[in-house]
């Protein structure tokens, strides 16, 4: 990955933020990076990109939840109606990183797929929004195995949980968006 993040730098703070919201969907989260622009290099916004992620309130977390899809379903923002070629570009992009990342779930059987689904519908229940998990690397199965586990967590556990792979997921995608360039 090339170290130049000079694109990223030089945006308007607007566009920067539309560009940050494809790798957490948290506005809080978004501004606070781009607040901390200049970026020496793409660790330091990497580094940045996880502290805030784990500076989130749970009400921003919520929002970066928000625009998770259930594993084994189709990203959220792709059936949202964009308002803009840029904004539908976003949107393309972050259905792309969710389907790549959830690949594992892609080619799964049908019967795991049946119970993610059911297991996806007792978190939700149990817990008030989507289960998150980093699916990248892993097999449907692993997924599943870690949703049964995480049933049984507090309700503040779970929490703490759903922040260290809300932190990674930024920090993958956060790599993907800066390779783009």
């Not at 090339?2 to 703070?13: K, T, V």
């Not at 901390?36 to 500076?55: D, H, K, Q």
């Not at 989507?130 to 967590?153: H, P, Q, W």
Request: glycine fraction near 4%.
């Amino acid at each position: 990955m090339s170290g130049e993040i000079g694109w990223l730098n030089s945006l308007p703070l607007d566009h920067a933020e539309a560009e940050l919201l494809t790798c957490c969907a948290s506005r809080t989260w978004a501004r606070k990076v781009v607040a901390r622009r200049p970026y020496e290099n793409s660790e330091s916004l990497i580094a940045a990109a996880v502290t805030g992620v784990c500076e989130l309130s749970w009400p921003d977390v919520e929002e970066a939840l928000s625009a998770h899809p259930r594993i084994g379903e189709r990203s959220k923002v792709a059936a949202a109606v964009a308002v803009s070629f840029a904004s539908a570009e976003k949107a393309r992009r972050e259905a792309h990183w969710s389907r790549s990342e959830q690949s594992g779930a892609a080619t799964a059987d049908p019967a795991v797929l049946r119970e993610l689904a059911a297991g996806n519908f007792a978190y939700e229940e149990r817990f008030g929004h989507v289960f998150l998990i980093r699916a990248t690397g892993r097999s449907a199965e692993e997924m599943l195995t870690e949703l049964r586990k995480r049933l049984d967590n507090a309700v503040e556990d779970e929490r703490v949980v759903i922040a260290a792979e809300l932190a990674e997921i930024t920090r993958l995608r956060v790599r993907k968006l800066l390779e783009q360039r």
